[in-house]
């Protein structure tokens, strides 16, 4: 849910980008009762590429209880999943409709959709994988995982209501899903769920959006029986005022154990992450990230004086060492929520209880700093998440950072 914006991949457009977060298969004892709930966020958009079937299979391997995906309309009115309003960021289709690269999303028939490549940016492996339709999802749903469906921006689809309504009703796997109680739907449109509840009662619904006040909360719990908000705006009180008017409380998208911990105690009902499996691993008392080998975020600098990308002094990431050995963190990988990449050039070397500097912008490099003289800013002022990976050739996650 988090705000699209241009992805270059820089360094590892040429390498094949996969994600290793857990080690070897073990028996790992069942999380607590009152654990939140793990919904994996666009299938596990961190470790794969979002809304596509490899995402909803890592999902589903991660043992998340649901993994979410964002519904809209073609052209010529077909259901497919996508999140973004465009193309740019997740597809190909500067390359493949350069005159159209900036259009919205859902100006594009089916057969074009169809014919977009929605995987590599994540990584070469991924090379053709393709835009699902809305029924991929369902087919992928195996096992005792479910699928969140959000009306992504009705307003651009009009009539998606009607065509997800109909979807559920007549395709088995939907159907298989429902009676099972393992699909709901959500939308931060208001209107578009009330409309969608009337079409389908029988189907769950999560309204997303920040806590409102008490009045608010008593009339979404006519049609919903979830609110769904920012984990980095939620108000601790509005925990308890959430729960007696009802409803269960879901927070998006929490992606370091500090925060898994925090939102725990509060007592939320889920949590929606892009590392589901990191998420589950810690629910279960096993390391989140079972590969850490001592290289970690020690602080992000995101809203520096001045432009982000100020030559010398921009917007940065501090990795510190916090093993008794020197690291060499050649090509180390810091990955944003939206799969912005700043890789650290060859010849780093941490020392234990080092720090290196990774810029965004330009600069002279140095011992202590690196500068990726990236074209434009990545770290959002308003908070991200930044994972720290290790190329083996795949990729190793080694830390999951919040701020």
Do not use: C
């Amino acid at each position: 849910m988090s705000t699209p914006r241009a992805v270059a991949v820089g360094a590892l457009a040429a390498a094949a980008v996969a994600i290793t977060l857990a080690a070897p298969a073990a028996a790992q004892p069942e999380p607590t009762a009152d654990a939140p709930q793990v919904i994996a966020h666009r299938g596990s958009g961190g470790t794969s590429p979002e809304n596509t079937v490899a995402s909803f299979r890592d999902g589903r391997t991660s043992r998340a209880e649901f993994f979410e995906i964002d519904v809209q309309l073609s052209a010529d009115g077909v259901p497919f999943l996508f999140h973004d309003a465009d193309g740019g960021r997740t597809t190909d289709v500067a390359e493949v409709f350069p005159d159209r690269a900036e259009d919205p999303i859902t100006s594009f028939t089916w057969d074009e959709l169809s014919q977009l490549d929605a995987g590599s940016y994540f990584g070469v492996q991924y090379t053709g994988e393709r835009i699902p339709h809305l029924n991929d999802a369902a087919a992928q749903a195996r096992g005792n995982i479910g699928v969140n469906v959000e009306i992504k921006s009705p307003e651009s689809s009009p009539g998606v209501e009607q065509v997800l309504a109909e979807a559920i009703a007549t395709e088995r796997h939907w159907q298989r899903l429902l009676e099972s109680d393992r699909l709901v739907v959500s939308s931060f449109d208001e209107e578009s769920l009330r409309t969608f509840h009337e079409l389908a009662p029988e189907v769950p619904l999560l309204q997303v959006g920040e806590v409102p006040d008490d009045a608010t909360l008593a009339s979404w719990a006519e049609f919903a029986t979830t609110v769904v908000t920012n984990y980095r705006t939620l108000d601790p009180a509005d925990v308890a005022r959430v729960h007696d008017a009802g409803l269960a409380l879901s927070v998006y998208t929490a992606n370091a154990p500090e925060a898994w911990a925090q939102l725990t105690d509060l007592g939320v009902d889920s949590i929606i992450t892009d590392f589901p499996a990191a998420l589950v691993r810690f629910q279960r008392g096993a390391a989140p990230v079972p590969a850490a080998n001592g290289i970690e975020v020690a602080d992000v600098v995101a809203d520096v004086p001045g432009p982000d990308l100020t030559p010398e002094v921009g917007e940065h990431v501090v990795l510190t060492n916090t093993s008794d050995r020197a690291i060499d963190v050649s090509g180390y990988v810091l990955q944003d929520a939206v799969i912005h990449r700043l890789v650290v050039g060859e010849g780093y070397v941490i020392p234990p209880g080092g720090e290196l500097r990774v810029y965004t912008g330009p600069g002279t490099n140095t011992d202590t700093a690196y500068y990726n003289d990236y074209g434009a800013n990545v770290l959002n002022n308003n908070g991200d998440s930044i994972a720290v990976m290790r190329p083996m050739p795949s990729l190793v996650l080694l830390d999951l950072y919040a701020y």
